[in-house]
């Protein structure tokens, strides 16, 4: 059984502003989509969006529009597409992942950004506060980079023989010094030593492990990043391959091979955008609606690979996981 809890919430405000009178006014309202990532690896997070705008009664092609930008992992592009959106005076953007939050906001202080990402928006500026984002900007966050030290602690709850960690980090991404200066304490608090690995394409990997192998580093905390998504499967891969135990905050790369994944349900983040779109066209504020928090994560384990490795999982650890892969 997985838990999935986002929390509800109402939205206050329901009278009209300006910006989304305007997109009421028009006849088929556009809606900008900038994704960081490429439609493949992200078919299922797109597929519930559209849910969460059909939710609110909104369809792409019938009485509204969607205008689809993807970076394809290369989040240099996002400040162009963001721009070449609001040259098409979209009515509201999706902006999926933290890189292209940062984009769209850059691009225009006035079109409505419902976003998702893994950072804490008050932290890193996109909101003024989780209640009240007070300005043209909400959304909801999977805060993947505050849960990042509990990624440690769990790792190291199923392998504390692993003295020596590796923490691998794509360097674009604008959360990679947050993302590595919160691993580095949490390492510190646990008296482990936690090497910093960068990959920003698949052809890093085969350097990453090797330079794993070189600094005898006993076990793998993989960063949350768009790329590392995509590539979830074949990381989970390798890692088993280099006989590594690792963990990271997607349940696909349990499935795949991956000891451990903690974190929360992006499928439910990306839900929620699309209701929030839908919502804003109808004419609410976005600076009332509150940014959506992930109130529940789920933790897979893969006693399988456990078995592989040669790991004895803590029986008190597997007790907590809401998925055992056998």
Avoid: C
């Avoid at 493949?40 to 930008?69: C, M, P, Q, V, W």
């Avoid at 839908?278 to 078995?307: C, D, S």
Wanted: proline residues 5%.
């Amino acid at each position: 059984m997985r838990r999935r809890d986002f929390i509800k919430v109402i939205g206050g405000g329901a009278a009209a502003w300006p910006l989304a009178a305007r997109a009421q006014r028009m006849a088929v309202p556009v809606i900008g989509y900038l994704a960081a990532g490429n439609p493949n690896s992200e078919a299922r997070l797109h597929d519930a969006f559209i849910k969460g705008l059909a939710k609110i009664g909104y369809e792409d092609g019938k009485n509204t529009r969607i205008e689809y930008r993807w970076a394809e992992n290369q989040y240099d592009r996002l400040p162009a597409m963001a721009a070449e959106l609001v040259r098409q005076d979209v009515a509201v953007i999706a902006a999926t992942t933290t890189p292209a939050v940062r984009a769209a906001k850059a691009a225009t202080p006035t079109i409505p950004i419902v976003f998702t990402s893994i950072a804490d928006p008050v932290q890193v500026g996109f909101v003024a506060s989780l209640n009240r984002p007070g300005g043209n900007i909400t959304g909801a966050t999977l805060l993947s980079v505050e849960v990042g030290p509990k990624l440690v602690d769990l790792l190291h709850g199923a392998v504390p023989s692993a003295r020596t960690m590796g923490f691998l980090v794509n360097s674009t991404n604008p959360n990679a010094e947050t993302q590595t200066k919160s691993m580095q304490q949490a390492a510190l608090k646990l008296g482990l030593t936690l090497h910093v690995l960068n990959a920003s394409a698949e052809r890093d990997f085969d350097a990453v492990f090797a330079k794993l192998g070189e600094l005898q580093a006993g076990a793998l905390v993989i960063g949350h990043d768009v790329f590392f998504n995509a590539q979830a499967r074949q990381l989970a891969a390798l890692a088993l391959h280099n006989r590594l135990p690792a963990i990271y905050t997607l349940s696909e790369f349990a499935a795949a091979g991956g000891l451990i994944s903690y974190g929360a349900s992006r499928i439910d983040a990306w839900h929620q955008v699309g209701v929030y779109v839908g919502r804003i066209l109808k004419g609410e504020n976005p600076a009332e609606l509150p940014v959506i928090q992930p109130t529940a994560f789920e933790m897979a384990i893969n006693l399988k690979t456990a078995k592989a490795l040669g790991v004895t999982i803590p029986s008190a650890l597997i007790a907590r996981a809401d998925e055992i892969i056998e």
